[in-house]
């Protein structure tokens, strides 16, 4: 609280006692004023506390909000990033390319690919592993 102002409430509280002793409608009506305008200064520091706690609640409501939106943007690009190598799987395992026996210049016949493979680009797209050979 202001210096002044303090000086001021403690001049009117005594000020106070003396209109009581000695009351005279003059200073009566400026005591009253004064009164007034301290009430209006101590409602006026209420508001301004109340206002400066809020912000601060605010305030923290924000870092937290930032915080989880963070989190959930980190999140999102990790699950890109898995349907990606399940979408490589996939494309694999579509491919009927993979599905048709080779066969060699001198007749030779190769196996299919998938038969190759034995599910291990699943496996690995499952685990978040990388499904390039």
Do not use: W
Not at 19 to 31: D, E, F, N
Not at 65 to 78: F, P, W, Y
Request: aromatic share 6%; hydrophobic share 30%; no cysteine.
């Amino acid at each position: 609280m202001d210096a002044k102002i303090q000086e001021i409430r403690e001049a009117h509280a005594r000020e106070d006692n003396m209109l009581l002793k000695y009351p005279t409608s003059s200073t009566r009506k400026a005591h009253e004023y004064i009164g007034y305008l301290l009430q209006q200064i101590e409602i006026k520091d209420k508001d301004s506390a109340q206002h400066k706690e809020d912000e601060l609640r605010m305030i923290q409501e924000v870092r937290g909000v930032r915080h989880s939106a963070e989190h959930r943007l980190k999140r999102i690009r990790e699950l890109k990033r898995e349907n990606i190598k399940l979408k490589e799987a996939l494309e694999f395992y579509e491919d009927v390319q993979n599905y048709l026996t080779d066969v060699g210049d001198v007749g030779e016949h190769y196996p299919q690919s998938v038969l190759i493979d034995k599910g291990e680009r699943a496996r690995a797209a499952l685990k978040g592993e990388d499904t390039h050979e």
